[in-house]
């Protein structure tokens, strides 16, 4: 018969229509009936390209009905429909697609997603290869799919692209999710090209949370030569400090996998509760949260490349409870592996309860000024000057594990001075000159360490949980006159128990002061030591030494009190 259509020998017999354009032009007969659609195109070779898209249809007379390119196909010029039998999931190829990865698939998968609603709610790719086209503008989406709940992109897609795009960090996400609970998503974002040194390209899966919170999502992602695998944007009060009633985006569970790109994954003041396993190769930064709390992320990171490997940032909003696992290997020219910062100009920004477990060996070409593994406490201003001195609060500070470490690549570097004090419970050894108003922990031992004028510059550690009580600590001091002087030809050892009264609001005071030995070496006056107790804080004075590059390490161990 001509076009395409098969009449059947029987009324018993279904009619074959050999692609959705023939199907088009076919009226039917009375509604209920069915046929088969063959292929979507009638372009099919019986040897090499085999029929896709067919399936069963039902007619309807509904003029009502849009024609969606894939379960509902208008004939032309007529009320009749054809109806796809039996739909519980969606395919792009019985909308179009040809999923070769060369000819461009984005229609049909438009019409695909715009298909999904409250009684079909999954996507099936089947893991084949689609080309979108081109990208060029900066943060526009792909696919967009907005308040629905319940989605499933299934089938990891491998979604190519040909970037053109041009801003530094510019990108677009393959899918973007706007105010959605519950979802699940699987993409592969591929880009034809990238730059390290001026990166922009595809982002797999974006997460916005726009006028709603929203809770629930699930995203299997990868990334080739793009800016990152998962990222999550808040669209309301950017640039101000979150409030309770801001849209945020709650409970997310990730795999993701970035190779040649910027980006692992980017969590950007959106997105609590999240916890995933990211693997990178030759990325620049696998782990990058601002403003979000209560995150677990485990990073396998191969050959990273350019800035920080995992970056915990406080812009305008606060971080608190972010447990990382770094499996790093091969770091080439990179920043430090670990780095934890605010940037502001309010210089008002907590960062709380943060735990790394720190496994990094094979670090080659290591950038001068970053050559530390962990920068704890930097604080910017938004032009990215550095602040000598800050009010934000670090604090709460675990690190352990194992790094190959040795005298000239320090564990930590601490940029700036905290005048609110903090805690950093260290498992390794670090050879700071100075901790920067920070206490070091170990167990029960506490530590601070201060360069300059040991006369007017105090060693200051914390004694927070530790009041009220009475509190029997045993303090180990020793001072040198020039650190650089590894002989410590000029130096003072000197250990004594102290006796301390500690009230609740940070007050309190040293009672009694047993010496129990010292040592002086060098010549001129042997130094003394003064303490006191300010706002929570042990202080330690000394004397004699006043160069720019003297030094004073006190290290302060509990003996008695409520504390065992």
Known sequence: MSNGLHEPRSTKRIVRIESVADLREYEGNTDGEVIELVSYYADWLPNSTPPAGGGMFARLTDGERADNGGTIIAVT????????????ELDPVEFGAKADGIINDRAAIESTL?????????????????????????????????SKDG????????????????????????????????????????????DPASPHGPVAVQL?????????ARIIAKVTRGLAALQTVRMTNTKTRRQSADPTWKSIEYSVEAD?????????????????????????????????????????????????DVL?????????????????????????????????DTDDTTIKNITLDLNIIDRINVRAYTREFVCVGRSLTLAGANR??????TDEITIRGHIEQHLHSDLL??????????????????????????????????????????????????????????????????????????????????????????????????????????RHRGTGAIPTVTYSIHDGELHVLGSEYTRANAEMTVKMEIIGGRVV
């Open 312 to 344: 915990i940032k406080a812009y305008f909003d606060d971080v608190t409870n972010i447990h990382v696992i770094l499996n790093q290997q091969s770091s080439n020219g990179a920043e430090w592996p670990v780095s934890i910062e605010h940037q502001n």
């Open 208 to 216: 916005k949370s726009a006028s709603k919170s929203v809770a629930g």
């Open 77 to 88: 010029g007529s009320s009749t429909r054809w109806v796809r039998m039996n739909v519980s």
């Open 260 to 308: 040649d790109s910027e980006y692992g994954v980017r969590f950007i003041s959106s997105g609590d509760d999240a916890h995933g396993v990211i693997r990178t190769n030759q990325v620049s930064r696998s782990y990058f949260v601002v403003g979000v709390s209560n995150h677990t992320a485990v990073v396998n990171s191969l050959n990273q490349r350019y800035f920080m």
């Open 388 to 393: 000598a001195t800050t009010n934000c609060v």
């Open 114 to 146: 715009a298909a999904l609603n409250s009684d079909v709610k999954v996507v099936d790719f089947k893991g084949r290869n689609y080309y979108l086209g081109t990208v060029d503008l900066n943060e526009q989406p792909v696919f967009q799919i907005n």
């Open 413 to 518: 570097t601490l940029p700036s001075i905290t005048n609110s004090g903090g805690l950093i419970h260290l498992d390794m050894f670090s050879t700071l000159n100075d901790t920067q108003g920070f206490t070091i922990c170990r167990g029960s031992s506490r530590s601070g360490k201060v360069q300059g004028d040991l006369t007017a510059k105090p060693a200051r550690i914390s004694l927070r949980d530790l009041r009220p009580d009475g509190l029997e600590v045993a303090v180990d001091i020793f001072m040198k006159a020039d650190n650089a002087d590894l002989g410590a030809a000029n130096s003072f050892r000197i250990r004594e128990n102290l006796l301390l009264t500690l009230a609740d609001d940070g007050s309190g005071a040293v009672i009694d002061v047993q010496h129990v030995n010292s």
């Open 151 to 194: 989605v499933r992109l299934m089938g990891m897609p491998r979604m190519h692209v040909t970037n053109q795009l041009t801003d530094y960090l510019g990108y677009s996400p393959i899918f973007e999710f706007i105010d959605c609970n519950d979802i699940y998503a699987e993409c592969h974002a591929v880009s034809d090209s990238f």
